[in-house]
């Protein structure tokens, strides 16, 4: 069975602050995205990676950055944490580079609040 | 621009009685069409999915039906129990820059009353 891990499951952070957000999965999955869930609004696509290195602007890049050195781990940073980031973030895998016509899996999610 | 439309929001049913979640889309090109549940507190999973080349599919009792030249899609779960509850998203494939990305809908909070 596919494991997505993401590093917490609850986060409070302050205005201003850097944030990590991390997610490893543990099946060889080329593809690995960031989501954020907010009710009435479903998941929106943050970011993704097809490829170590390599990554893709989503629907609401703005304010995130990520990064993929390792092809298991997928990492989300806030530059500057701000009030309305404050949600929960879901980590995602499948299996073909380049293909989102096929089965996601996800984590956990993190539950990030912004003081 | 891109967007996936579901309905209804929320959805109260007695269990045993049937329940339907509809889904439009935008993107005429879109050729995947997966459904997810969420439980309370628990991630998302997806309970079946659908490609553009079939119109219908059935896993025990949970169907999706879809119609292309509509550009809509739709979940029948039958004989519901409590143990359905939750919230349903479905979710369409849309090209973004040679890659493929997943638009979900907003969600629809299922509840089952025995």
């Known amino acids: 069975d596919v494991k997505v891990t993401q590093s917490s499951r609850y986060l409070v952070k302050r205005t201003g602050e850097k944030v990590f957000l991390e997610c490893v999965q543990d099946?060889?999955?080329?593809?690995m995205f960031w989501y954020r869930q907010d009710p009435g609004l479903g998941l929106r696509l943050i970011y993704f990676?097809?490829?170590?290195?390599?990554?893709e602007k989503g629907d609401i890049p703005e304010g995130y950055s990520v990064s993929r050195e390792k092809k298991e781990r997928f990492s989300l940073i806030l530059e500057s944490a701000s009030t309305n980031q404050t949600s929960m973030y879901l980590c995602?895998?499948?299996?073909?580079?380049?293909?989102?016509?096929?089965?996601?899996?996800f984590g956990d999610g993190t539950r990030l609040s912004i003081l | 621009g891109e967007n996936v439309e579901q309905h209804p929001s929320t959805l109260s049913v007695q269990e045993g009685d049937s329940a339907v979640i509809k889904c439009t889309y935008s993107?005429?090109?879109?050729?995947?069409f997966p459904w997810y549940k969420q439980e309370l507190g628990k991630r998302p999973q997806l309970i079946i999915d659908?490609?553009?080349?079939?119109g219908e599919k059935k896993d025990q009792r949970i169907a999706v039906t879809l119609n292309k030249t509509a550009k809509h899609f739709s979940l029948h779960i039958t004989e519901t129990q409590p143990e359905d509850s939750a919230v349903y998203f479905c979710?369409?494939?849309?090209?973004?820059?040679?890659?493929?990305?997943?638009?979900f809908g907003a969600g629809t909070r299922l509840a089952v009353h025995p």
């Open positions: 995602a895998s499948s299996l073909f580079a380049g293909d989102s016509n096929q089965p996601q899996h």
């Open positions: 979710a369409a494939s849309m090209s973004s820059g040679g890659y493929n990305k997943l638009i």
């Open positions: 099946m060889d999955h080329e593809n």
């Open positions: 659908i490609r553009s080349n079939v």
């Open positions: 990676s097809y490829d170590v290195k390599m990554k």
């Open positions: 993107d005429s090109a879109s050729n995947y």
